[in-house]
């Protein structure tokens, strides 16, 4: 089984950035396709960004372009989430999701590991 764990939450102000971390272990992390995911309170799980397994192509949520950038270290076995320019509006438990298969997926339904999330919270 693939495990997951997330880091690099925080609480910061607005316009400042972010890198959030996830680290694989217990599989061969390049056989999957990642993804990043996040649900704010009382609102859906939503896709925020993904990766296909050696992260040459990436697909970013249209909130998300031009300031988040997904990309991956298969040599370190991490998933990575870069967040400049944040907004109050991206305040939300962030998830990093791995797929058995090596293209994008923007669906939850395509993910099949999951880790436990990590708080990203930013003041206005």
């Known amino acids: 089984q693939l495990q997951l764990v997330e880091s690099g939450g925080g609480l910061v102000q607005a316009g400042a950035s972010l890198r959030l971390s996830c680290a694989a272990s217990?599989?061969?992390?390049?056989?999957?396709?990642m993804g990043w995911f996040r649900q704010a309170p009382g609102k859906e799980r939503e896709f925020v960004a993904a990766?296909?397994?050696?992260?040459?192509?990436?697909y970013h949520v249209d909130s998300a372009k031009g300031r988040f950038t997904i990309s991956r270290d298969n040599a370190k076995n991490t998933l990575y989430l870069q967040m400049n320019n944040l907004k109050p509006e991206d305040t939300a438990v962030y998830y990093c999701?791995?797929?058995?298969?090596?293209?994008?997926?923007?669906?939850?339904?395509?993910?099949?590991?999951w880790g436990q999330g990590t708080q990203v919270t930013v003041s206005s």
């Open positions: 999701a791995a797929r058995t298969a090596y293209g994008l997926g923007t669906d939850l339904s395509e993910y099949r590991y």
């Open positions: 217990g599989r061969t992390f390049s056989n999957y396709a």
């Open positions: 990766i296909n397994w050696i992260g040459g192509t990436t």
